[in-house]
């Protein structure tokens, strides 16, 4: 992950300048970093805490956000099904967009029982270590933020980074297809409210592929 860091930790000091800019305490910033740790879904609810909206709309609003994870668990799923409801509970928790890009790659099917301890502690090794980058850049936003000047263009970092992972990952004509269609439809809805922008991309994304794989399917009978 150490590849990855630069990105992590700027991703995470934009996020906590953010929060600190819209009006939250250095002490609270800190606790919102380790409660939540999910910087999309933060930065999208942290104007309507600061405009007092209820309660059921903050959470809604991130739960909208964060819906990709339910498709990110569905996927890796199969590699830790021998483990309990609660260690999946934790498992799933702490994944993220980066640590479930890398290991798709490294595993992109489940391995045999032996293997899936080998899985975990990689997985856990990323987790871990992105969990570790990301309170890095909090840390830095809370003491240092103010003298960070803005137009250092810290905030696209994090995507680039991302990017930069995801790209040698399309290898084949289903990723190139799925990625394209994701793409397009980032572009077509980027001004949808609660980004949910992010939802459409990755739910086009996940049925331009399926209907690829189906196709192929056919073509193969």
């Given at each position: 992950?150490?590849?990855?860091?630069?990105?992590?930790?700027?991703?995470?000091?934009?996020?906590?300048?953010?929060?600190?800019?819209?009006?939250?305490?250095?002490?609270?910033?800190?606790?919102?970093?380790?409660?939540?740790?999910?910087?999309?879904?933060?930065?999208?609810?942290?104007?309507?805490?600061?405009g007092d909206y209820p309660?059921?709309?903050?959470?809604?609003?991130?739960?909208?956000?964060?819906?990709?994870?339910?498709?990110?668990?569905?996927?890796?799923?199969?590699?830790?099904?021998?483990?309990?409801?609660?260690?999946?509970?934790?498992?799933?928790?702490?994944?993220?967009?980066?640590?479930?890009?890398?290991?798709?790659?490294?595993?992109?099917?489940?391995?045999?029982?032996?293997?899936?301890?080998?899985?975990?502690?990689y997985f856990m090794g990323?987790?871990?270590?992105?969990?570790?980058?990301?309170?890095?850049?909090?840390?830095?936003?809370?003491?240092?933020?103010?003298?960070?000047?803005?137009?250092?263009?810290?905030?696209?970092?994090?995507?680039?980074?991302?990017?930069?992972?995801?790209?040698?990952?399309?290898?084949?004509?289903?990723?190139?297809?799925?990625?394209?269609?994701?793409?397009?439809?980032?572009?077509?809805?980027?001004?949808?409210?609660?980004?949910?922008?992010?939802?459409?991309?990755?739910?086009?994304?996940?049925?331009?592929?399926?209907?690829?794989?189906?196709?192929?399917?056919?073509?193969?009978?």
């Amino acid at each position: 992950m150490l590849e990855s860091s630069p990105g992590i930790i700027a991703w995470s000091l934009v996020t906590s300048i953010s929060l600190l800019g819209a009006g939250l305490s250095p002490v609270d910033t800190f606790w919102f970093n380790i409660l939540v740790y999910a910087g999309s879904s933060q930065l999208a609810v942290m104007p309507l805490i600061a405009g007092d909206y209820p309660f059921w709309t903050v959470w809604l609003t991130a739960l909208i956000v964060m819906s990709r994870f339910v498709i990110f668990s569905a996927v890796i799923q199969p590699h830790f099904k021998h483990y309990s409801f609660w260690q999946r509970m934790g498992i799933g928790g702490l994944n993220t967009d980066m640590s479930f890009a890398k290991f798709i790659e490294k595993f992109p099917s489940p391995d045999n029982s032996q293997g899936s301890q080998i899985e975990l502690l990689y997985f856990m090794g990323m987790v871990l270590a992105h969990w570790f980058f990301w309170q890095i850049g909090a840390l830095i936003a809370i003491f240092f933020g103010s003298y960070i000047p803005i137009s250092w263009g810290l905030g696209f970092a994090g995507p680039l980074a991302l990017i930069a992972l995801i790209i040698p990952a399309i290898k084949h004509k289903t990723a190139v297809i799925s990625a394209l269609v994701a793409a397009c439809t980032c572009v077509l809805t980027i001004n949808l409210p609660y980004r949910l922008t992010i939802v459409c991309s990755v739910i086009t994304g996940v049925m331009a592929a399926v209907l690829v794989d189906k196709q192929s399917q056919k073509k193969n009978i």
